[in-house]
């Protein structure tokens, strides 16, 4: 009967234990945006290093991980660089960092533990969550960077334009895919792709209209209006009314890289135990 109590609490222990299998993980790779300034080149030439850590865990039916991680990377486009002459007209730039901290869902297509070696030890998946992130695009200038969502390039906070400013802290739905791989018992090594869907256009700083650029240099300063329209030509010699960018469409970031995990809390000394009792 004794045996029989230990066997019951070793069950109970190590189904707690195996339920909690744990992973921290370390992110190595790029990100980039999609948005008006670069409306669709993938991993172009201003994709940017990026970097980041995970905590997982390990659902005991090895078909679903949780995990929080937090990212940073660096997203830039440049209207100069482009194939479209209406946006090298335009001659707009941006850079921002990207800081995000997500809540994330795997899904794993097949059935996966940590620290296995022969079976269940690789799997792609697909992932979900949500996420927090901070922007802050700057545009360059004459050699310098500025803030372009304090100047208000779109009239935003003046009486040409009644919509206060873009927050800069906003929420995100990350998605993605990847694939996992036991490197040995404590070590597995991964590969991930993942793009943010987004609630705002203005990630990159432009949405909508150009504003009056009177309007802009008197209630704004006199910088917001340079930045504001830099084009080359302007239509009929005034662009207030043009469009500026594309208000229909949300902007996009992504990351893209490898991971390299170590896994903790795995149960193995409940497998032991039951090893003793055999």
Not at 232 to 254: E, H, M, P, V
Request: charged residues 20%; neutral net charge.
């Amino acid at each position: 009967m004794k045996t029989i109590y230990i066997l019951i609490l070793t069950s109970f222990i190590c189904g707690q234990s195996l339920s909690q299998s744990e992973e921290f993980a370390m992110f190595f790779g790029s990100s980039y945006y999609i948005g008006d300034l670069n409306p669709n080149k993938h991993f172009d030439q201003n994709t940017n290093p990026s970097i980041g850590i995970m905590y997982k865990r390990n659902d005991i039916n090895m078909r679903y991980a949780y995990r929080l991680h937090f990212m940073y990377g660096k997203i830039e486009a440049y209207d100069i660089q482009a194939d479209d002459p209406w946006q090298q007209n335009r001659n707009l730039n941006f850079s921002s960092t990207v800081l995000e901290l997500a809540a994330i869902v795997e899904v794993n297509f097949m059935k996966y533990r940590a620290g296995q070696l022969t079976k269940l030890n690789q799997t792609p998946y697909l992932f979900f969550g949500i996420a927090g992130y901070n922007f802050k695009p700057k545009g360059l200038y004459n050699d310098s960077w500025y803030d372009l969502q304090a100047l208000g390039t779109e009239g935003q906070g003046t009486s040409e334009n009644s919509s206060k400013p873009y927050k800069l802290n906003q929420l995100a739905l990350p998605v993605g895919i990847g694939f996992k791989k036991n490197l040995n018992k404590n070590w597995a090594f991964g590969i991930e792709y993942g793009a943010r869907i987004l609630f705002t256009d203005f990630l990159d700083d432009i949405s909508g209209k150009y504003a009056d650029p009177t309007v802009l240099a008197d209630e704004s300063g006199i910088l917001t209006p340079i930045l504001a329209d830099r084009s080359y030509q302007q239509d009929y010699n005034n662009n207030i009314g043009a469009d500026r960018g594309n208000s229909l469409l949300k902007d996009w970031y992504f990351f893209a890289g490898i991971t390299l995990s170590y896994s903790f809390n795995k149960g193995d000394e409940c497998t032991n135990a039951f090893r003793r009792k055999d």
